[in-house]
């Protein structure tokens, strides 16, 4: 059974710094994509950033490129979502996901219970 655990949302101004982190536990197979994805208000999930388990390389969604950088720590088994020079636009509910396609959300088979990211 694989659980996903977020930390480290909170409000911001514009401009700032936030990073936020996924605790997984349970089996994880290194096949997989580990996924940060957000939701705001009216909107569908999208996809923020991904981190293949095998290799490392990394996927970012056009919105964030340069702000963003996704890393895990494979030793604790926790992915982490670097925020800089956030905006208003980035306000939303931020998941972490677990063994999907690239930004797909559709395709993810776990996930966390999100954590809100307000920006100002």
């Known amino acids: 059974h694989v659980q996903l655990v977020e930390s480290g949302g909170g409000s911001v101004h514009a401009g700032g710094s936030l990073r936020l982190s996924c605790a997984v536990t349970g089996h994880t197979d290194n096949t997989w994509c580990m996924g940060w994805f957000r939701q705001a208000p009216g909107e569908e999930r999208e996809g923020v950033a991904v981190i293949y388990l095998l290799g490392g390389s990394a996927v970012y969604a056009d919105s964030v490129e340069g702000r963003f950088t996704i890393s895990r720590d494979s030793a604790t088994n926790t992915t982490y979502l670097q925020m800089n020079s956030l905006t208003p636009e980035d306000t939303a509910m931020y998941y972490c996901?677990?063994?999907?396609?690239?930004?797909?959300?559709?395709?993810?088979?776990?996930w966390g219970q999100g954590t809100q990211v307000t920006v100002s």
């Open positions: 996901a677990a063994d999907g396609l690239v930004l797909n959300a559709k395709t993810y088979n776990h």
